[in-house]
């Protein structure tokens, strides 16, 4: 571990965080980020090139691809995966240091969700060349659309990408802390409830016709909702029907979400509410469509998976005290995993993200670029077997 080498600069990074954060990049909006990073990226070495995925679910620019073949290719590329986009525009961003914290003056985001990493990959990769360290070639993937659901990600171009193994910094907890090894499945839920007779009908007109609503509400006092188990949650947040307050209507929709850290007991949870909501309904002579649709799938890391005790070194070779932790979120790392790459996501020190309350600590800030460059001397020394 004394093998990794630590010299932070903490006035680069963070003048370069504060530099990035304010360049506007709302999902779909990304271009003038990307021309920034195509511009760092190739003055480190690096050959940058882009794909068309903007023309299949709309924006300005594509995902952008990094590659520097490093010092020696006998390593496998480490991948470095992050998004451009913010959730809401920053234009005009106003950065506010007071009491370790960095935050916005509280009119806009701040974006460090997932500026920070934007801007932790290009200090460690600087940290890593300035320092004249060996290291493997080295990947950077920035993804548009990200908060538009995972959009870029899943349109990667396969074809562009050199690495198998990759970490996504895009999580809240501390740089090095939050080793996220398991992420939980989502899949969203689409129930149509409909009562015994066809159409919606004049109430007066209709006398002993059955509202869907009530078949609804039976519905929702037997389906098991909130902490199911252990391991899932669900829930239903949208509920959608009527035509009129003198109508009896005869359908109602709802839809919702489970999330589960195993396949077992999201299909479980999935089986019940469909049961549910068909006996429920059949019970009122009435009917229930569900339909169900994947968000993202899960994955669970084993400890000895390289990703895992690359970062376990370089946690420990910076002092932080590391948990092994599970999330339920979805992240760039579930859509990469779809086009085979065995990637991961990481703690990057952002709290309260899509508010304007958004803060990242300077401790944070601080580690985060020697962290990367930590990751990418232990990737090489778990190669060479030098650890
Ligand atoms: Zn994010």
Redesign the pocket.
């Known amino acids: 571990m004394d093998k990794i080498m630590n010299r932070p600069n903490n006035e680069r990074m963070l003048s370069r965080f504060i530099e990035i954060a304010g360049i506007p990049g709302e999902s779909k909006n990304e271009l003038k980020i990307a021309e920034y990073l195509k511009s760092e990226y190739e003055s480190l070495g690096f050959t940058v090139k882009f794909d068309k995925a903007n023309e299949i679910i709309g924006g300005n620019i594509g995902n952008l691809y990094a590659y520097w073949e490093g010092v020696d290719q006998t390593v496998p590329p480490i991948l470095f995966s992050c998004?451009m986009d913010t959730i809401f525009p920053v234009h005009d961003l106003n950065v506010v240091i007071e009491d370790g914290k960095v935050h916005s003056d509280g009119k806009t985001i701040l974006g460090c969700?997932?500026r920070g990493a934007v801007a932790a990959y290009l200090e460690g990769i600087k940290m890593i060349q300035e320092t004249n360290v060996t290291c493997g070639p080295i990947e950077v993937i920035c993804s548009i659309s990200?908060q538009r659901g995972l959009l870029g990600a899943r349109n990667l171009d396969n074809s562009l990408v050199h690495a198998k193994d990759g970490y996504v910094f895009?999580h809240d907890g501390d740089y090095g802390k939050q080793i996220v090894y398991w992420n939980g499945y989502s899949y969203y839920v689409d129930i149509e409830i409909f009562g015994p007779q066809k159409q919606n009908g004049h109430f007066v007109l209709n006398t002993g016709a059955t509202n869907a609503f009530v078949i609804a509400a039976d519905f929702l006092k037997s389906v098991k909702l909130g902490d199911v188990d252990e391991y899932t949650k669900a829930n239903l947040g949208l509920i959608n029907g009527g035509e009129g307050r003198t109508i009896v209507p005869a359908s109602v929709k709802l839809e919702g979400n489970v999330r589960s850290l195993t396949k077992e007991n999201l299909d479980k949870q999935l089986s019940h509410i469909k049961d549910i909501a068909e006996s429920v309904a059949g019970g009122y002579g009435g009917h229930a469509v569900v339909e169900i649709r994947k968000s993202f799938d899960g994955y669970k890391l084993e400890e000895n998976n390289p990703l895992i005790q690359c970062a376990i070194m370089a946690s420990t070779a910076l002092d932080i005290e590391y948990h092994l932790e599970e999330t339920m979120g979805g992240?760039d790392a579930n859509a990469l995993r779809e086009h085979g790459i065995n990637a991961m996501t990481m703690g990057s020190g952002f709290q309260l993200i899509h508010t304007t309350d958004e803060y990242v600590t300077l401790d944070n800030l601080y580690v985060s670029g020697p962290y990367i460059s930590a990751l990418i001397q232990a990737w090489y020394l778990f190669h060479k077997k030098m650890t």
């Open positions: 998004h969700d997932d990200e895009d992240a």
